[in-house]
Structures are given as C-alpha cells and as structure tokens.
C-alpha cells in the first residue's frame, strides 16, 4: 500500500498537546494513524486576514507528518460556522428547524473546498491513499478529480446521513451527491446511514445499484458500505484501571461520599440531547425520590462552536435549566448536578467512567458516540456499570445489550434511569460482557483496517498500536 494522507477539518494540533482533543474524529483517527502512519492535512484553527494566509506548517509527531492551513476570518465564517455547522450539520442531525440557508455560506463552503485541493494537490505522490472525513469536505474528492487526481479516494461520514425527506430540502443536495460519486469508496457509521444515502441517489436517479454496497455512475463504480468507528478498547480499559491511582480520583470519592456517580460525557451540542436528559434526570428524582441524596449527575460539558448562535444559545439554557433543577430539589448538603463546562483529558475521564454506576448517553441522533465505547471500555468486570443508551446514536445499532431509550420520552428515561441503578450485578456483568465483546471484535483499528483494505482494493497488513 501507498503512504496514507488523511484530509479533515479538524486536527489535535500536535504543539497543543496537552490540550483534551476537540471530539470523537480527532481522537479516533489520530489513534489509527499513530498506528499506521501518514500524512494529515488539516485547519490549524487559526484564521487571519485575506492577505495573511502563509505557506502549510508542516509538523512531524511520531508516525504523523502533519500539515496545516490557516482559513482567512471569511472562511471559517462562511464554510465551517456557516455551511458546515448551520446547514450541514442540523440537517444531517434531523433539525430543519435550525438550519439556516444563505448563498454566501453556500459558495463560501465549495471555495474552500476549493482551497484544501489547492493546498493537497502540491503534496500527493503517485501511489498514496487519499483518505477525506466528514461532512465540512464532501466536495475535495470532485475537486481534486477536476484538477487530474487519480489516486484512489475515500470518504468517510462521521456523522448521520438522513432520510431523503430531509436530505433533499437543501439547495445544494445535488451538487453535494454527485460530488460524493466522485469518490472510491464512501463508508458511514451505520447501515441505516448507508441506505438513507442509497435511497438519496435512487431518488434523484443519480446512480445504479449493482450490489449492496456497489453503485455506478456512467463507467465509474463506487462503493459505498458501513464501517462503525471504534475505540482503542484495550488501551482505553487499561488506562481505567490505572486512574484509581491519581489525586483527581481520590478527591472525587471523598467528595461522593458515598453516593452513587452518573456521568454524562458530551460537546455542548443540541444534537446531544441535554435538555431532554436534565428533565428526564429531574423526573427520575421526582418519580423515585428514595434515590434523592443517594446519587450525583456529573455533567461534563465542554463549549462547542460558540461563536454559532443555535450553541451560544444552548450554553445559556443548559446552565439555566441545571441551576433551576439544583435550586428546586438540592439541600444543604446535596447537589443534584455537577455541571462543568470545561473539557478533561482522556486518562481523567477514563477515571470517572469507571467510576460512575450509570452512564447516561441520550443524544437525539448521534452519527456513533464514542463517549458510549468509552464507558464501557472503562468499567470494572466485577462491578460494571450501566450504559442507558439513546437508540438514536450510531453505537446502538452495535450496543445491543445496553439499556436503550427513546431520549424523547422524558418518564421512559426516567425509569429507565431507576431500572439501571437497581439492576443486580449478575445482569450487569452478562450485559457488560456482551458489550465489551463487541468492541473488541470492531476496535479503531479494524475500522480503519477495513475501510483502507477496501480504498486500496486489497488486503492489508493488520495495523495494532503497539501496547
Ligand atoms: O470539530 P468540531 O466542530 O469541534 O466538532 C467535533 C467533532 O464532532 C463530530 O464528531 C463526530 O465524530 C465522532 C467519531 O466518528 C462520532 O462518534 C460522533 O457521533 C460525531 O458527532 C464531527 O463529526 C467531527 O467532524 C468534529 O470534529
Ligand atoms: O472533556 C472531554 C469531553 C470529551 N472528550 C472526548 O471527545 C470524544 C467525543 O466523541 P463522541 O464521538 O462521543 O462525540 P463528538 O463530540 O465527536 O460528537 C470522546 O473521545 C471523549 O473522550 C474529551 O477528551 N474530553
């Protein structure tokens, strides 16, 4: 196989380490590529003035050659808080309601398409894989086509792809598909991704479908297939076990003082359904008041696209809605909701998660979740707590001994929320046992092993992070 070059908007930017990284892209790809090796291209998430865009930084750590772009202000304005996170993104998300249309954000998101084949293009050799993620780049494939490419191309959506009805309320749908055929091989999270984007092309009468997973366009074929994204499950467990060492997990203890911990994990995002979980948290209290003072919701919640108003919006109602919960049933000595807005590094959440009875991941759609894995990942066999999981994230279509839920039905979750904290440990541990199988079986690496075997045509050796 060729050098991998792997293009996304966002990076972990190697000389910010330290920093927790910016969500589940970053934190999955940069665990395969660590393994694997390559080159990233990617936002340095910085902007500057139109004249001031300067050469790539290009940077090595490890494995990974990394080169990274400035945007100018107008870019990131109109292509990343515009097209890709006011238009894209809700309505992959399913919310029409929120999704603001304008033909400058529009023209904004294919220029800078425009502009990362133009940073691309100077640094691909004749063998290499070209690997693109997520929704922010779905034209680069058609535009570096355009411009002679012919390495072999992927994409992958990391988020949800919806049902046609919704798909196809957005200007642009059929610029944006007939780029998507551009590319070899088009992977999603989840079957139902797959078939919502096969139902798009038969709809639109863009393509033929050969096979369950081969598409044609003219003499072009395509794949286009589910790979569920995974964890470094074995690295991430081990690093559970290791948290019971450190201060942070000491003085968390002390301060439960003997009550119950329920996490939840999750980039303050609508998508993630937080409103809906608070009252289902506030009802599960109401309902079942003998768990009043037994138990305490950490709610970790790091800002996300502030500068996007939909977020700026939900930071204010989110706070609003915990401090209101808090006020009405806390007590001297007794805080429902620990409510934090900043962000932990993984080894501190691999702590807590082990720690916690109960994991509550509820978004409304959720194109996997990795948060879900992580928990899991991180649990004691002995003692393992409870994942209550929305059916409406990708993972539930592989988390199948979790406790799901409908996030909409705030009293379901509620009871939910009280079945899983009196469940007996033998449920627990056969219920865990089936989930810890499962990602096992489809870690980080098999995902990306078999997305790239797939992309180059053949099989590849199989990549492991060294232990
Ligand atoms: O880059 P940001 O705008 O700060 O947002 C963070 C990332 O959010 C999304 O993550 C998705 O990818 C995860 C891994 O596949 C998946 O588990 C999750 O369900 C998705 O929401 C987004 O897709 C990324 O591009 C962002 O970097
Ligand atoms: O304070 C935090 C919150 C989240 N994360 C990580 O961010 C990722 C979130 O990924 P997920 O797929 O759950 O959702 P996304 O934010 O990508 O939509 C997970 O790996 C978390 O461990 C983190 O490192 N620190």
Redesign the pocket.
Known sequence: MGRLVVVSNRVPVPDKKGT??A???A?ALQSALEARGGLWLGWSGQSCGEDAIGPLKTLKDGNIDYALTDLTEKDVEEYYHGFANRVLWPICHYRLDLAEYGRREMAGYFRVNRFFASRLLPLIEEDDLIWIHDYHLIPLAAELRRQGVKNRIGFFL?IPWPAPDVFLTMPVHEELLTSLTAYDVIGFQTVHDRENFADCLARQGLSRRLGESRFSVGERTFTAKPYPIGIETEAFAALARRAGETTLHRRMLQSLDGKSLIIG???L?YSKGLTQRIDAFETFLTRHPDNQRQVTLLQ?T?KSRSEVPEYEAMQRAVAEQAGRVNGALGTVDWVPIRYVNR????PA?AGLYRMAKLALVTPLR???????K?YIAAQNEEDPGVLLLSRFAGAAAELKEAVLVNPYDVEGTADAMARSLAMPVEERRERWKGLMATLRKNDVFVWCDGFLTDLAGATLPRIRAAS
Not at 366 to 372: H, R
């Open positions: 927790a990284p969500g589940g892209l934190v990391h994990v999750d980039r995002d970790i790091p962000s932990l590094r993984r959440l959720d194109g996997m979740n990795l948060v879900a992580e």
